[in-house]
């Protein structure tokens, strides 16, 4: 192939990996509230319209949520890693895992179906 091909290839390759990223990323929508589970069961619901702290206590340890303007963050942790405390704020998925805390973070939407029973 010549040069010129192989541009035109590699750019409608980058264009179309562009737009799915725009997709993933620009039609996330933030979420109403925020399901905390603690070494995979529900410990809590959080409405993300309400600002405040929560203090969420595993086995392994704890971790410090605050909610404000509509977003999650975890401000401080008992992990040593502290990888939940550097994701920042979030109202929408992907989920903020704490995993030395079996801690994670999932956003959803009032409206979102979670399943479908027969």
Same mark, same amino acid.
């Given at each position: 192939?010549?040069?010129?091909?192989?541009?035109?290839?590699?750019?409608?390759?980058?264009?179309?990996?562009?737009?799915?990223?725009?997709?993933?990323y620009l039609g996330v929508k933030p979420g109403?509230?925020? $399901?905390?589970?603690?070494? @995979?069961? =529900? !410990?809590? #619901?959080?409405?993300?319209?309400? +600002? &405040?702290?929560?203090?969420?206590?595993?086995?392994?340890?704890?971790?410090? $949520?605050?909610?404000?303007? @509509?977003? =999650? !963050?975890? #401000?401080?942790?008992?992990?040593? +890693? &502290?990888d939940c405390v550097r994701c920042?704020?979030?109202?929408?998925?992907?989920?903020?895992?704490?995993?030395?805390?079996?801690?994670?973070?999932?956003?959803?939407?009032?409206?979102?179906?979670?399943?479908?029973?027969?």
């Open positions: 192939m010549k040069t010129k091909s192989w541009v035109l290839l590699l750019g409608a390759v980058f264009l179309i990996l562009a737009g799915i990223t725009a997709l993933q109403d509230s925020a $399901l905390v589970y603690v070494d @995979g069961a =529900l !410990a809590q #619901t959080i409405d993300l319209s309400r +600002d &405040g702290e929560y203090r969420i206590e595993s086995a392994e340890g704890w971790n410090l $949520l605050r909610v404000r303007n @509509g977003s =999650l !963050a975890v #401000t401080a942790a008992s992990c040593p +890693d &502290g920042g704020e979030r109202s929408a998925n992907p989920p903020i895992v704490c995993l030395p805390n079996r801690v994670s973070i999932r956003f959803t939407d009032a409206g979102e179906i979670d399943g479908v029973a027969r």
